[in-house]
């Protein structure tokens, strides 16, 4: 879309103004400024964060983000060590309510409810929203239960046996497993026990999942199959994951965050432009390897 | 550095040093004092022990009365005057007390536990923790008194045909006892649980309850087993509380009828020290039947103690 293009729109904006119109002129707004007043796709999106803050004490490690993550497709967050992408992960499910010095102050959206209200339960959040860890973390149960352990505590039904085969086939680990359901988790190789860890956080079909460095703790191989898995899922679900490794995030994502020292949300905008052409010559630093 | 300075700084010896040999000497006799103290008790208990029965008896050279085997292993009278070693009146005792403290200290030691690993903040710890410590540093013979000046006058009021002595109260008393052993075991054995596992468990969306029920028990189950088999090895040991709540007249008492224990009996430890107060003369039957119940005692706690450590090794997870 051209500038004249933009302009047009603008004015129409202006005249009438259409959020669906207004939202397709900021995310398709390519020559403007940081776009991380909106997302860089034209999907709908599913998380939105305003203004998130985030101290842990007194030392603040998230800044005003504000972000709107689009559905069906992988969002990855980078940065140096210490910039916050993980923590601001953990703000989309609330996992940093577990952490006694963390406070949050902000909006964060989810389909439009804001999940920092009063009235959210953090547990019934989670369950729409499955989380891998960076260390494979199974249960120390069998392949089977740990599947079917979301189903259980929430108390779904259907059939087990067919959530287990399909979960662990959209792992890219049923063929693996399948005839060893019965054996530990912890038997696995670490690349496996991550796989294990993606069905289960799909088996109870989440509307996103978030990744917190999935292949960091896992050998070249595991990692490209990791990888391959991630950009499957995201016909499905709306994957949101933090990576420390730049080819890794150019590889899988279809945008990327770029968070720098200081929790800062630098720039946000498609995979594409943040490594062909960011705005920000601190990103190009960051992403040539001048610093970081 | 010449040649020769090289050669006098290499080929030192330190490793041999008069000062390393000193040190490593005195450790190992440290080491090696209590390995020397626990064979020589067992010598002694099963050489003494050995002098009590008919069949073995001439074997260590002695004359004189001895006592069948069998009678002692299968008997159910214990009556020193009429010569009835019968030790399975002494040892239904203390399987009451072992079952009844068991009932007491398991639910309310895992709950504690739990409470403790998986909900307590920072200050109900730094509260309950000393409180828990001093429970298990309060002296035996002040429970026994405990449970007979208060837990069986308290148990009457509900339970009039109560005896004065009898296995309810002491086996309440050895039960609370134990709560801060099988407590604070299940706790560190909780406690080590991976963080990972609780943060995946909540990051499924699973409450508290299913976190700490669902995988941080099983998770610890080996060290929680563990807790509950080395409380009850105390329960069995327990000498003093029992001595004074249980009562001092053996009888055979069914340990799975709750009726038992409205009634007092005489558990092995207290049977010994029963003896011991007697005027028993050395040398003689009643003096050896002492040797006879601690060997059934160790051999009881031992059995518990490899019990313990299977389940250890067989339960344990690698995280």
Redesign the interface.
């Known amino acids: 879309m051209s500038q004249q293009n933009t302009n047009e729109s603008n004015a129409r904006a202006d005249s009438s103004p259409d959020p669906t119109d207004d939202e397709m002129l900021i995310q398709t707004d390519v020559s403007g400024s940081v776009s991380s007043s909106g997302g860089p796709s034209r999907r709908e999106t599913v998380v939105s964060a305003e203004n998130i803050n985030v101290w842990y004490g007194d030392d603040q490690a998230l800044q005003d983000i504000t972000m709107d993550i689009p559905e069906k497709s992988v969002t990855a967050m980078v940065g140096p060590s210490g910039c916050g992408k993980s923590t601001f992960l953990r703000c989309i ?1 609330r ?1 940093n309510d ?1 952490i006694d010095s963390a406070r949050v102050e902000g909006d964060l959206y989810l389909r439009g409810k804001n999940v920092y209200d009063d009235d959210v339960d953090p ?6 929203v ?2 891998v ?1 960076q ?1 494979p ?5 069998s392949i089977y239960e740990n599947v079917t ?2 189903l259980k ?2 108390d779904k039904g259907g059939d087990y046996d067919e959530i287990v085969e399909e979960s662990l086939k959209r792992a890219a680990l049923w063929d693996e497993v399948k005839d060893q359901l019965d054996e530990s988790g ?1 038997d696995l190789s670490g690349g496996q026990q991550q796989r294990l ?1 993606i069905a ?2 799909i088996a ?1 079909d989440p509307e996103v999942l978030l990744m917190d460095e999935p292949a960091s703790a896992l050998d070249p191989v595991a990692t490209s199959q990791i990888e391959d898995l991630i950009e499957e899922l995201a016909q499905d679900y709306t994957v949101v994951i933090v990576t420390h490794n730049m080819q890794q995030a150019a590889r899988i994502s279809d945008q990327t965050a770029v968070f720098l020292t200081g929790g800062e949300l630098v720039e946000f905008d498609d995979t594409q432009k943040i490594f062909e052409n960011p705005e920000s010559q601190r990103v190009e630093d960051y992403i040539t390897g001048k610093f970081g | 550095m010449s040649t020769d300075e090289l050669e006098t700084d290499l080929t030192r010896q330190t490793e041999n040093s008069p000062r390393e040999l000193l040190t490593r000497t005195f450790f190992f006799l440290c080491a090696a004092l209590s390995i020397v103290t626990t064979i020589s008790i067992v010598v002694l208990l099963v050489t003494e022990a050995a002098k009590f029965f008919t069949i073995t008896a001439p074997l260590m050279g002695v004359t004189g009365e001895t006592a069948s085997l069998v009678d002692f292993l299968t008997g159910t009278t214990w009556q020193i005057n009429s010569g009835e070693f019968g030790v399975l009146a002494l040892v239904s005792a203390t399987l009451m007390i072992t079952i009844g403290s068991a009932v007491i200290a398991i639910p309310l030691g895992v709950a504690t536990a739990i409470y403790l690993s998986e909900y307590a903040s920072q200050r109900a710890r730094s509260v309950l923790k000393p409180a828990l410590e001093i429970l298990a540093g309060v002296p035996t013979v002040v429970y026994g008194f405990f449970a007979l000046i208060y837990i069986t006058p308290a148990l009457a009021t509900v339970i009039p045909q109560i005896g004065t002595f009898n296995m309810l109260s002491a086996s309440i008393v050895v039960g609370i006892m134990i709560i801060p052993m099988v407590a604070s075991i299940s706790e560190d054995a909780m406690s080590a649980v ?1 963080d ?2 609780r ?9 508290k309850f ?1 976190v700490a029920t ?2 941080v028990v ?2 610890a189950l080996s060290g929680i087993f563990s807790s509950f088999i080395l409380a009850l090895s105390r329960a069995i040991g327990e000498t003093m509380a029992v001595t004074i709540a249980a009562g001092s007249r053996a009888q055979f008492l069914n340990p799975v009828n709750p009726a038992s224990f409205l009634e007092g009996s005489l558990p092995m430890t207290a049977a010994m020290v029963q003896l011991l107060l007697g005027d028993i003369t050395g040398g003689g039957l009643a003096y050896r039947s002492l040797f006879a119940i601690g060997l059934v005692l160790f051999v009881i706690t031992l059995v518990m103690n490899v019990i313990s450590d299977f389940v250890a090794q067989r339960y344990r ?3």
Request: aromatic fraction near 10%; glycine fraction near 12%.
């Open positions: 499910n996992m577990l547990v019934a959040l989670r369950r729409r499955g989380m860890f260390k973390n199974p249960f120390p149960k352990y979301g505590i929430q912890l860890c289960r956080a109870p | 991976p990972d596992l943060q995946a468990g909540y990051g499924m969306g699973a409450t299913d669902g995988i099983p998770a997870e690698e995280y």
